[in-house]
């Protein structure tokens, strides 16, 4: 069974920065897509970002543009988001999760993380 582990979630003031990391596990896969999405409490998941894994294409929700970077490492199946500059606006569950083709929506996910930004 194929498994997404986000870690890297924390409690952090404004202004400051965190990396979250989400690792495949289980049995080995490729992902077509793999992104990062957010919950916060009373609204709905939302995209935040996403990079195809074959060329590096990396696309960002307008919110975090120019403050959040997803990078990827092909050796360790792993994709990272890195967040700077983080408003309370930013604080959610992160969950990072997979599109495995190309013409499948995402469809393995992590459990998430918990981000939370004080001001």
């Known amino acids: 069974q194929v498994q997404l582990v986000e870690s890297g979630g924390g409690l952090v003031q404004a202004g400051g920065s965190l990396r979250l990391s989400c690792a495949a596990s289980?049995?080995?896969?490729?992902?077509?897509?793999r992104g990062w999405f957010r919950q916060a409490p009373g609204k709905e998941r939302e995209f935040v970002t996403s990079?195809?894994?074959?060329?590096?294409?990396?696309y960002y929700a307008d919110s975090v543009k120019g403050r959040f970077t997803i990078s990827r490492d092909n050796a360790k199946n792993t994709v990272y988001l890195h967040m700077n500059n983080l408003k309370p606006e930013d604080t959610a569950v992160y969950y990072c999760?997979?599109?495995?083709?190309?013409?499948?929506?995402?469809?393995?996910w992590g459990q998430g993380t918990q981000v939370t930004v004080s001001s």
């Open positions: 999760a997979a599109r495995t083709t190309s013409i499948s929506e995402y469809n393995v």
């Open positions: 289980g049995r080995t896969f490729s992902s077509y897509t």
């Open positions: 990079i195809r894994w074959s060329d590096g294409i990396a």
